[in-house]
């Protein structure tokens, strides 16, 4: 009698354990093999079956951990957001699983946004397609600053995948540095990309992005520029108090400071957006999108 009530003990208290685990985070934590290592992430999922739509996002240059431990505000809010929309959400960690830190003040960067990053990218997409629990067909690629910039190389036509499996549905960029894809003579967007932006980012500033996706439209590609009046860098964060950063290697105004924060109205819309853009039935329109200022 005792040995069953330790068992039944033991399994509530396992019960209770994870019960108060997931309720703490929301997440789980898995590995992901990629071309150098495994990869650290974090995956999401929506109550249900499945197969889920899914989006593997990409962390900036500050990773996707905080010194506390605990998973950033930013990312702890969009995985719950998008898992509660019905989509799987997987966060890779370029940094962590490598064995660094926040890569905000390095100028020069051992994992890169045009060459690792969309490697892991790849590698994440593989991984996600050999779930039973995931459509292949439907994931798409969602990055901010540094990881945005990865989006954008990750959408280039002669960056296409190599293997015969489903390629990415579409891109989402949030705040990313346009600069070298806009003076690239060959930037060409495969898939339909959304870039969100604030005209107020001293950071990576709106310019090189606004010239990317006009030439991306007049070539019939399906870009989206969507740029916010007084908004700055990290302005989707849920609760970000504006101030100044002094540890940034690159930065507009070349001294190295830059200005972030909140903004709760471009928050709110880009919110809306993304999740508008992620539910857009396949194939999307063939005509370009717009450049899109939010008044």
Not at 117 to 127: F, I, K, P, T
């Amino acid at each position: 009698m005792m040995s069953s009530l330790t068992r039944l003990a033991g399994a509530l208290l396992g019960l209770a354990v994870a019960t108060s685990a997931a309720l703490a985070g929301g997440f789980e934590r898995v590995r992901v093999p990629s071309y150098d290592a495994d990869l650290d992430a974090v995956l999401y999922l929506p109550q249900g079956q499945g197969p889920f739509p899914a989006v593997v996002a990409l962390h900036g240059c500050g990773g996707l951990w905080r010194d506390n431990g605990k998973l950033s505000a930013r990312h702890s809010d969009w995985g719950e957001r998008l898992a509660r929309a019905g989509f799987a959400v997987l966060m890779p960690d370029s940094y962590g699983s490598r064995r660094l830190g926040s890569q905000c003040g390095v100028r020069e960067l051992p994992v890169r946004a045009s060459r690792e990053r969309v490697a892991d990218a790849a590698a994440a997409r593989n991984w996600l397609q050999s779930r039973a629990d995931i459509r292949p067909d439907r994931i798409a690629l969602l990055g901010w600053s540094g990881g945005g910039s990865t989006v954008l190389a990750a959408v280039r036509k002669d960056r296409r995948p190599a293997d015969a499996k489903p390629d990415f549905a579409r891109g989402i960029a949030f705040y990313p540095g346009c600069r070298s894809q806009s003076e690239s003579t060959s930037f060409a967007a495969r898939l339909p990309l959304m870039i969100l932006m604030g005209d107020a980012d001293d950071w990576t500033p709106p310019a090189p992005c606004d010239h990317l996706t006009k030439a991306a439209n007049a070539r019939g590609e399906k870009v989206d520029l969507v740029i916010y009046p007084g908004a700055l860098h990290d302005f989707d964060h849920p609760r970000l108090e504006v101030k100044e950063r002094s540890d940034i290697a690159y930065s507009a105004t070349g001294t190295g400071k830059a200005t972030v924060g909140t903004n709760p109205a471009a928050r709110d819309d880009a919110i809306q957006r993304v999740t508008a853009f992620l539910k857009a039935p396949e194939p999307l329109s063939s005509a370009p999108f717009a450049s899109s200022p939010v008044r």
